[in-house]
């Protein structure tokens, strides 16, 4: 799904599925005997029935038909594969809204254990809903939504042990390019939701228990994965991606991250980037902070060029932001520049367009 133009003006296009949504014959075969995943449970007779409709929703032609099979999966039974795919359905048949309320309830429906972790297999199948959620919200030109659950779907990913699917990192690029042309009210809107759904725990603590995980179970999510990735998702030793920075005192972390345009080799901002971090200082104000809240500018590099250099550049290029942005900003929250250089890669410089979009300003706001 291509949503820009040449000028990089976002313009919301019209979602097309390539091909039917419906599960790989694996899943179908042991549909009936799945155990369930971290979900409120069922009575053994309702579970087996929710199965045997899901199957027959998944086996029918008809759009209408397997809507009607998959509302009756799921109140007999309201379990993550149900509202998966219903939530699939209702994108393919252009219901937006009924779209992000089954995938959030896929979402939900994922519920940590006592300590706050999830099963490796949890994990996946939370990034697989939030990574869903993001196409139904670039359907609608939605990007504040977009960028909080494409975070939020990268993060599952990376804490499952797993890469994150090439269409992700897609939407992704994407929503980055998007947010550096938004005005201050997207922006706002954004870092007000990562702030609301930190509060409720969405999105914030991400941590893997190892157990024992049923082989039906984990072939299952494998399914679901390739169903959205188009191909296998394989597991990685490190993880590259933005770091969450633990929370102290209770406070809350929501952060952006936006291409910042310099003068080559320079902390020279470009006439283009004054414009950008107008709109970020705008959006700072809106969110009227307080004197114990902080404002990270984090300046990261590309890989290009030797790494101290590179750092010593993303500290000029960082404090180059914050100059501006103490100018405009209205609110007593401290703001602080941070130099990272290349030392956390966003995308994997295959590409200049990548090295690009590495070489970006990071808004972390603490409150």
Not at 216 to 227: F, G, K
Not at 255 to 266: C, G, H, K, T, Y
Not at 291 to 308: E, F, K, P, R, Y
Request: with cysteine; hydrophobic share 40%; charged share 25%.
């Amino acid at each position: 799904m291509k949503i820009f133009d040449a000028a990089q003006e976002f313009e919301p296009v019209k979602f097309r599925h390539t091909a039917k949504h419906v599960l790989t014959l694996l899943m179908l075969s042991t549909a009936l005997s799945l155990p369930s995943v971290s979900q409120a449970s069922c009575p053994a007779d309702a579970e087996e029935y929710a199965a045997i409709l899901l199957q027959e929703a998944n086996a029918n032609s008809d759009e209408i038909e397997q809507l009607v099979l998959l509302k009756k999966s799921i109140k007999a039974c309201p379990q993550y594969l149900g509202w998966l795919e219903l939530g699939k359905l209702q994108l393919e048949l252009d219901n937006s809204i009924d779209a992000v309320k089954a995938f959030e309830s896929a979402r939900d429906s994922l519920e940590p254990d006592t300590s706050g972790t999830y099963t490796r297999d949890e994990m996946r199948r939370l990034a697989i809903s939030n990574a869903w959620l993001v196409e139904v919200y670039l359907v609608e030109g939605d990007i504040a939504p977009a960028s909080v659950a494409v975070q939020n779907a990268a993060r599952a990913f990376n804490a499952s042990g797993a890469q994150l699917p090439g269409r992700l990192v897609q939407r992704q690029r994407e929503i980055d390019d998007a947010l550096a042309v938004a005005d201050s009210s997207v922006l706002a809107r954004s870092l007000q939701l990562q702030h609301q759904g930190s509060s409720r725990g969405i999105g914030v603590r991400l941590v893997v228990r190892e157990a024992n995980e049923d082989p039906a179970t984990e072939q299952v999510t494998e399914s679901i994965t390739v169903d959205y990735a188009g191909a296998q998702v394989s597991a990685v030793d490190t993880v590259a991606y933005e770091p969450e920075t633990p929370s102290t005192s209770g406070q809350t972390e929501s952060r952006l991250n936006i291409p910042v345009l310099f003068e080559f080799d320079s902390d020279k901002l470009t006439s283009a980037s004054h414009s950008t971090i107008k709109q970020i200082s705008a959006a700072l104000n809106a969110l009227q902070l307080e004197s114990g809240d902080l404002v990270a500018i984090n300046g990261h590099t590309d890989s290009q060029g030797a790494a101290a250099y590179n750092l010593d550049l993303s500290k000029r290029r960082a404090n180059a932001v914050l100059n501006v942005v103490q100018q405009l900003l209205s609110s007593p929250a401290r703001v602080e520049a941070f130099g990272l250089g290349e030392s956390e890669l966003r995308y994997p410089e295959q590409s200049s367009d990548d090295r690009r979009l590495n070489r970006r300003v990071e808004i972390v706001v603490r409150r």
